[in-house]
């Protein structure tokens, strides 16, 4: 299956302590008006592993109602155990995404031998596709490009891998590796560019969030040749992403939707809200990107206004 381009990670919305449904609806609408290409639930920045059960699943079943087949769905599904990250990924399946984004499981720190079997077994106990999802910083183990190569002989469903590492390097050994066996997709919104330059097919992006016209624009003007004009794009885009990595992922970017008036509420424990420095960098920074922020309460809404930042003639 074709997972490439633009997929953003949905943040999880909150109305106090209760998951906002409505509000995430509203958050996909937006995202399939803005030529993403795909849409991740319940990851990282969806604040997975602070949902319940029941969170969790109805989250996922309203992307998959939303989307309607229009674009790519894949659910998170990986833990720290294999035998829940088994279960997980049945009870995913069994609501419909396109397929699944498995992180390598973190604090228990297998070995690489150890990691091959880890996404073995969940290749072998679902039909869906999977994306290995390797982001060290969250996990603690580095998943090797010359593991990731023997996963993807040994398992047909294997097929992409988010690519978290920090490491052009990495992502430029996994390609050497693989070939189109597997997909790279960047999984850090600043190395996105550097990554479609080796060989990357695409990002699972924060940023999008707020910008998701402008990272599909920037994919689609590399693919096209463009590349000067996907250098202007990165380079635009690049002090809105940095800001957006300010405090920890999703903090920042649910900030940024709150000044924005899209849902995205308070992050849950032991996640917090951004310091008040963070929040004014952050607001300052929706401003410089021409994005309405202009003030606490705005009654603007990008969901309804707009599809991106202000229309530029290099563009």
């Known amino acids: 299956m074709s997972l490439s381009g633009c997929i953003t990670a949905l ?9 906002d449904i409505a509000g995430l609806r509203k958050n996909v609408r937006f995202q399939l008006k803005n030529r993403v290409n795909g849409l991740l639930v319940n990851g990282s920045t969806g604040e997975a592993p602070n949902l319940s059960s029941g969170e969790w699943e109805r989250a996922l079943a309203a992307v998959v109602a939303e989307v309607h087949g229009r674009v790519k769905v894949i659910a998170g599904a990986g833990t720290n155990s294999t035998a829940r990250s088994i279960r997980q990924a049945k009870r995913a399946a069994a609501l419909g995404p396109d397929a699944l984004l498995v992180v390598a ?5 297998p070995t690489q031998e150890g990691l091959y079997r880890h996404f073995r077994a969940i290749a072998e106990a679902v039909e ?11 996990s603690v183990v580095n998943i090797l ?15 992409a891998v988010k690519e978290a590492s920090g490491s052009l390097d990495q992502s430029s050994d996994i390609i050497q590796r693989c070939g189109n066996r597997v997909t790279v997709l960047s999984g850090d919104d600043s190395l996105t560019l550097p990554i479609l330059s080796v060989g990357g097919k695409g ?4 940023v999008s969030n707020i910008a998701p016209l402008d990272v599909a624009k920037m994919i689609e003007h590399h693919r096209a040749g463009k590349v000067e004009l996907a250098a202007g794009m990165h380079r635009r ?3 809105l992403i940095k800001t957006m990595f300010i405090e920890t992922n999703p903090t920042p970017v649910k900030a940024a939707m709150n000044m924005l008036n899209m849902a995205a509420g308070e ?3 032991p996640l917090v809200p951004p310091s ?12 410089d990107y021409g994005l309405p922020a202009g003030s606490a309460g705005h009654d603007r809404n990008p969901s309804e206004n707009f599809g991106s930042c202000p229309k530029r003639s290099s563009e």
């Open 11 to 19: 943040v999880t919305p909150f109305k106090g302590a209760r998951l």
């Open 203 to 206: 990002v699972i992006s924060v």
């Open 128 to 138: 869906l596709p999977i994306i290995v999802y390797n982001i060290p910083p969250r």
């Open 145 to 159: 490009p010359a593991t990731i190569e023997r996963m993807a002989k040994d398992c047909d469903n294997i097929v």
């Open 267 to 269: 992050p849950r424990l």
């Open 237 to 239: 885009l690049f002090p």
């Open 276 to 287: 008040e420095n963070s929040l004014k960098a952050i607001r300052q920074a929706l401003i």
């Open 105 to 109: 499981p973190y604090y228990n720190k």
